[in-house]
């Protein structure tokens, strides 16, 4: 079992900057490929990035390519999503998820872990 803690969401201005980080605990998170997911109203949930069990795969959405940034610190047993250039469009709850293999994986079905999500609000 792996349990996840989202923080760090809020209301920022539309161009601000946002860093939400997820705290991991539970069985070794340095094996887990690791993802952020984001859901808006009355829209199914997507993926926004996801890293390998090591940092050395990345992948993101083509939304927000340029602007965020995943990583991870296997020592703090902590993912994060450095957000930048932020839009109104990128209003969502954040959720960071683990999944059991090493390697990056963009479905939701590839994730077994959740946390509670954190929301993000980018007012125009």
């Known amino acids: 079992q792996v349990q996840l803690v989202e923080s760090g969401g809020g209301l920022v201005q539309a161009g601000g900057s946002l860093r939400l980080s997820c705290t991991a605990s539970?069985?070794?998170?340095?094996?887990?490929?690791m993802g952020w997911f984001r859901q808006a109203p009355g829209k199914e949930r997507e993926i926004v990035a996801a890293i390998s069990w090591n940092g050395g795969t990345t992948h993101y959405t083509d939304s927000v390519k340029g602007r965020f940034t995943i990583s991870r610190d296997n020592a703090k047993s902590m993912v994060y999503l450095q957000m930048v250039s932020l839009k109104p469009e990128d209003t969502a709850v954040y959720y960071c998820?683990?999944?059991?293999?090493?390697?990056?994986?963009?479905?939701?079905?590839?994730?077994?872990?959740w946390g509670q999500g954190t929301q993000v609000t980018v007012s125009s």
């Open positions: 539970g069985r070794t998170f340095s094996s887990n490929a």
């Open positions: 998820a683990a999944r059991e293999g090493r390697l990056v994986a963009t479905t939701f079905y590839a994730y077994s872990y």
